[in-house]
């Protein structure tokens, strides 16, 4: 089973970058889907983006494409989550994910191992 453990939250001004990272421990295959999702303060879990750990295939939600980038580093098991243009609305706990089944979703419940999260604050 994987296990994740997500870094590099903190407080940004609006316009700021950040850079999260998720390591991974424990068996990874190709056809693995690694996600990306976030959860404000009294809103639901929602979907930023997901890459198949092959790399092979990347999707983000219309919120944040084109200013977040999602990548993966096999060699370290890592992936992270590059984040430019931040607003106040991307203020959120961030959490990684994995499905192992590789099903390319965008729901929570597509996924089934899950890290701590980390807390991304963008003030104005």
């Known amino acids: 089973q994987v296990q994740l453990v997500e870094s590099g939250g903190g407080l940004v001004q609006a316009g700021d970058s950040l850079r999260l990272s998720c390591a991974a421990s424990?068996?990874?295959?190709?056809?693995?889907?690694m996600g990306w999702f976030r959860q404000a303060p009294g809103k639901e879990r929602e979907f930023v983006a997901y890459i198949r750990w092959s790399g092979a295939s990347t999707y983000y939600a219309y919120s944040v494409k084109g200013r977040f980038t999602i990548s993966r580093d096999n060699s370290k098991n890592t992936m992270d989550l590059q984040m430019d243009s931040l607003k106040p609305g991307d203020t959120a706990v961030y959490y990684c994910?994995?499905?192992?089944?590789?099903?390319?979703?965008?729901?929570?419940?597509?996924?089934?191992?899950w890290g701590q999260g980390t807390q991304v604050t963008v003030s104005l």
């Open positions: 994910a994995a499905d192992p089944l590789g099903r390319l979703g965008v729901r929570s419940r597509d996924y089934q191992q």
């Open positions: 424990g068996p990874i295959f190709s056809r693995t889907t």
